[in-house]
């Protein structure tokens, strides 16, 4: 079956920039997406990117996408501690069933 | 605010006892999900609408769980005979679903009902 898997924890220095990672084993995946969830909030979407792109930047947020290795990762460049929250990667194939990883833990460090 | 609510925003039930949720979604938004989300991990999918026909549910959506979508605008999520088990938080996301299954969705997300059962 589909499965998302991401890495729990990450912690960063404020003005540094943020990896989080991102596995996802279904290989008929459409759209990925990042979404960003902050204490007692539901989730907000940051971005995706369409399978058949290898690298999306908007703004502070670079995604890339490694289609082999069904390997997705968001860069926050110049990190700051409002971008403390959880990170989920969500991935979509060709029906309209969304799956979403368990979630990366940021936080800034001032 | 994304424009999706979600009432109530916490319910404390006790086992056994029969609860329902609501979500009332972007007005223009066809399709609306259903999620639970427990402590440490992501949403996991439950159901979804496309207008008012059901179209798909997870095996997770057991028996005791039912969710309708009468007339194509809000829904409601019923958990009967509530157990521990079902302590989450039931999360809804519309979204203007377009022609095709390989269209860009954006799930707009309510702010979810936290349930605890004693």
């Known amino acids: 079956g589909e499965d998302v898997e991401q890495s729990l924890f990450l912690s960063v220095r404020e003005g540094d920039s943020s990896v989080i990672n991102c596995t996802y084993t279904?290989?008929?995946?459409?759209?990925l997406y990042w979404y960003k969830q902050e204490p007692g909030a539901g989730l907000q979407l940051l971005t995706y990117i369409f399978s058949n792109m290898d690298m999306k930047q908007d703004q502070r947020l670079t995604v890339l996408l490694n289609k082999k290795d069904k390997h997705l990762s968001l860069r926050i460049a110049d990190t700051q501690t409002g971008d403390s929250a959880i990170y989920f990667c969500?991935?979509?194939?060709?029906?309209?069933?969304?799956?979403f990883g368990p979630g990366t833990r940021l936080s800034v460090l001032p | 605010d994304t424009g999706v609510s979600q009432d109530p925003r916490h319910k404390i039930t006790k086992r056994g006892q029969n609860v329902t949720f609501r979500c009332d979604p972007i007005s223009e938004h066809n399709r609306l999900y259903w999620y639970r989300q427990t402590l440490g991990q992501g949403p996991e999918f439950l159901t979804y609408?496309?207008?008012?026909?059901?179209?798909?549910k997870s095996r997770l959506l057991s028996d005791r769980f039912s969710a309708e979508r009468p007339k194509g605008s809000f829904s409601t999520l019923e958990i009967q005979r509530t157990e521990q088990g079902d302590s989450a938080m039931y999360l809804c996301?519309?979204?203007?679903?377009?022609?095709?299954?390989?269209?860009?969705?954006?799930?707009?997300f309510g702010p979810g009902t936290r349930l605890t059962v004693l």
């Open positions: 969500a991935e979509k194939g060709y029906g309209q069933n969304f799956v």
């Open positions: 996301a519309s979204i203007l679903g377009l022609a095709g299954d390989n269209s860009y969705n954006e799930q707009f």
């Open positions: 609408f496309q207008n008012e026909a059901q179209l798909e």
């Open positions: 279904d290989s008929s995946s459409t759209y």
